[in-house]
């Protein structure tokens, strides 16, 4: 069986090389960033196959998002499309805090149809990853996401699910039962405790292990609560595992959450249970928060012991 297996939006990116107001800003660095690609470069970067499909506009950045993702050696089934590809700003306001603008209403990601996943590929997944963000897309996205999970089912093939909640894309009582379906056809669900809430419809004295066990109730068998600077709660198969978190120097805290799951998955994926799974992701997400972007911190195999290194240089 195959690699990871993963569908959805990616954007270019547009990031403030300076703190402060956006307005203001000089210079601004282009990258690319998507919840699902960046699962899947990190999933790759560990040595381990990741295919992402999605749908690009007939444009520049089009072009860069699938010359990173071939040169990440991620498999790109690529459709291209009329309209353009959808395009985020990040402003860095404080050093911790950071503001994004989308503009991707009407984008070619947004097009996606559940035509577009073609038929063997998901088949031959050795798991399927799909996020809360692509049924928020509009009617195709949410089609092609139910098309994936149907198929990943009648195959067999375990499906992971990260419930990412995108506030700009709909409202939490619309997301819920959603969140519900997505979580109760997955085998692997992860949440930060703000969503886990959202899907459980439940306020903020909810702490993380009540989260898992709501969540573990609705179907899957792995569930983790991704608490960011607080580590992770884990309910697997039964059992509660606490995760503390690596700490770093945070220089640009998104893409944190892709890169733990990344690192959650390529252990499973290559047969190792979930406690190594659980370390292994702790380290990747704190290596994607000690530089600015999404996916470009996300380390190779050799360099999973780089924060506990001793020597500064290294020659
Ligand atoms: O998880 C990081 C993503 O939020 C970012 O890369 C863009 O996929 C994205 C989204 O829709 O917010």
């Known amino acids: 069986?195959?690699?990871?297996?993963?569908?959805?939006e990616t954007l270019g990116l547009?990031?403030?090389e300076d703190v402060g107001p956006l307005s203001l800003a000089k210079g601004m660095r282009l990258s690319m960033g998507g919840a699902e690609s960046n699962v899947a470069i990190g999933v790759s970067r560990l040595g381990v196959a990741a295919t992402w499909i999605g749908r690009l506009g007939r444009d520049p950045i089009g072009d860069l998002i699938e010359r990173n993702l071939l040169a990440e050696r991620v498999h790109t089934v690529v459709h291209r499309d009329d309209a353009p590809t959808a395009m985020m700003l990040r402003e860095r306001r404080t050093g911790s805090v950071q503001n994004v603008t989308y503009y991707r209403h009407g984008s070619a990601g947004s097009h996606l149809r559940p035509e577009d996943v073609p038929a063997g590929v998901v088949e031959d997944a050795g798991v399927l990853h799909l996020t809360g963000i692509t049924p928020a897309l509009g009617e195709g996205p949410a089609a092609a996401v139910r098309e994936?999970?149907?198929?990943?089912?009648?195959?067999g093939v375990p499906v992971s699910v990260d419930l990412n909640y995108r506030s700009r894309l709909w409202d939490a009582a619309t997301a819920a039962p959603v969140f519900r379906e997505l979580?109760?056809?997955?085998?692997m669900l992860f949440a930060g405790d703000d969503e886990a809430r959202i899907a459980l419809e439940v306020d903020d004295r909810t702490g993380p292990e009540k989260l898992a066990s709501g969540l573990a109730e609705l179907g899957p068998?792995?569930?983790?609560?991704k608490r960011g600077r607080h580590g992770a709660t884990a309910l697997i198969g039964g059992e509660l595992i606490d995760v503390?978190?690596?700490p770093v120097q945070v220089v640009d805290s998104v893409g944190a959450g892709d890169a733990f799951v990344a690192g959650y998955l390529a252990c499973r994926l290559t047969g190792r249970d979930p406690h190594e799974g659980l370390r292994t992701a702790a380290v990747t997400g704190a290596l994607a928060v000690t530089v600015p972007g999404d996916w470009e911190a996300s380390?190779?195999?050799?360099?999973l012991t780089l924060l506990g290194a001793e020597e500064d240089v290294r020659r």
């Open 299 to 303: 380390p190779r195999p050799h360099e």
């Open 244 to 246: 503390p978190a690596v």
């Open 14 to 16: 547009l990031v403030a």
């Open 221 to 225: 068998r792995e569930v983790v609560i």
């Open 1 to 8: 069986r195959g690699g990871l297996v993963t569908l959805g």
């Open 148 to 155: 994936a999970l149907r198929r990943a089912r009648a195959a």
């Open 183 to 187: 979580a109760a056809a997955a085998d």
